[in-house]
């Protein structure tokens, strides 16, 4: 049972346009989610967070956006730039609790 | 600042052979350990979790262990490698549980042959 989903395995965009790369979750105990970038044979890097008393948290050029209703929540990246391209993963856990699940990932590839 | 060193970076074993790999955290103290697995074009896989020195939780069960000997050691191991234990491995650390988030270390990339 995959909890946390990212359903498009792909994205590419244009420099300088919006990218929007989407996940769902499943449990409702989810109360904290994380996305992260990850490069070929590194690491995945903590790009931006939100907790579930929020609808939305910016960073920079990166902005996540939490819909409780739906289960649902976004990144954005504006404006993209090519060293965006990487797979950006999604993240779920709840308070307390030790695990955080991830999604399979989407690569995003911006278009010079 | 909070640093997290894993090693080997790649790592090549013959089916049968012993794993090791090792994990450090520098920085903060009683950290949350973790090891994941990202096996090809799937997502992260829990393995193991650790809140403290010699508490050691198992997600999956499979022929890996894991050891927290020191504050900021993680450790995993094998006795004997599978085919299937192919994969990326990485290590992570957080301040608080489900709280704060992972950090992870650049990973191991290990191929059982």
Same mark, same amino acid.
């Given at each position: 049972?995959?909890?946390?989903?990212?359903?498009?395995?792909?994205?590419?965009?244009?420099?300088?346009?919006?990218?929007? !790369?989407?996940?769902?979750?499943?449990?409702?105990?989810?109360?904290?989610?994380?996305?992260?970038? %990850?490069?070929?044979?590194?690491?995945?890097?903590?790009?931006?967070?939100?907790?579930?008393?929020?609808?939305?948290?910016?960073?920079?050029?990166?902005?996540?956006? !939490?819909?409780?209703?739906?289960?649902? !929540?976004?990144?954005?990246?504006?404006?993209?730039?090519?060293?965006?391209?990487?797979?950006?993963?999604?993240?779920?856990?709840?308070?307390?609790?030790? %695990?955080?699940?991830?999604?399979?990932?989407?690569?995003?590839?911006?278009?010079? | 600042?909070?640093?997290?060193?894993?090693?080997?970076?790649?790592?090549?074993?013959?089916?049968?052979?012993?794993?090791?790999?090792?994990?450090?955290?520098?920085?903060?103290?009683?950290?949350?350990?973790?090891?994941?697995?990202?096996?090809?074009? @799937?997502? +992260?896989?829990? +393995?193991?979790?650790?809140?403290?020195?010699?508490?050691?939780?198992?997600?999956?069960?499979?022929?890996?262990?894991?050891?927290?000997?020191?504050? @900021?050691?993680?450790?995993?191991?094998?006795?004997?490698?599978? +085919?299937?234990?192919?994969?990326?491995?990485?290590?992570?650390?957080?301040?608080?549980?489900?709280?704060?988030?992972?950090?992870?270390?650049?990973?191991? @990339?290990?191929?059982?042959?």
């Amino acid at each position: 049972d995959q909890q946390v989903k990212q359903n498009s395995p792909s994205l590419s965009v244009q420099e300088g346009r919006i990218s929007i !790369l989407n996940c769902d979750y499943t449990n409702s105990m989810f109360d904290y989610f994380l996305w992260y970038k %990850k490069y070929p044979a590194e690491g995945p890097t903590f790009l931006i967070s939100i907790s579930s008393i929020k609808d939305k948290n910016e960073d920079g050029r990166f902005t996540v956006f !939490l819909n409780k209703s739906a289960k649902h !929540l976004s990144l954005h990246i504006v404006p993209s730039q090519p060293g965006d391209s990487a797979v950006y993963f999604c993240a779920a856990s709840a308070a307390g609790t030790y %695990k955080y699940i991830f999604g399979t990932g989407t690569r995003l590839k911006v278009l010079a | 600042s909070q640093t997290i060193h894993q090693w080997p970076a790649t790592l090549v074993q013959p089916v049968g052979s012993p794993l090791s790999l090792e994990c450090t955290v520098e920085g903060t103290s009683n950290p949350n350990l973790y090891w994941y697995r990202q096996a090809a074009g @799937r997502g +992260l896989q829990l +393995l193991f979790y650790s809140v403290g020195i010699g508490q050691i939780s198992s997600e999956v069960p499979q022929n890996l262990s894991a050891s927290r000997p020191q504050d @900021r050691q993680f450790i995993l191991s094998s006795k004997k490698l599978l +085919l299937s234990d192919s994969g990326f491995y990485l290590c992570a650390w957080s301040v608080f549980l489900g709280r704060s988030p992972l950090h992870f270390g650049n990973g191991t @990339r290990l191929t059982v042959t």
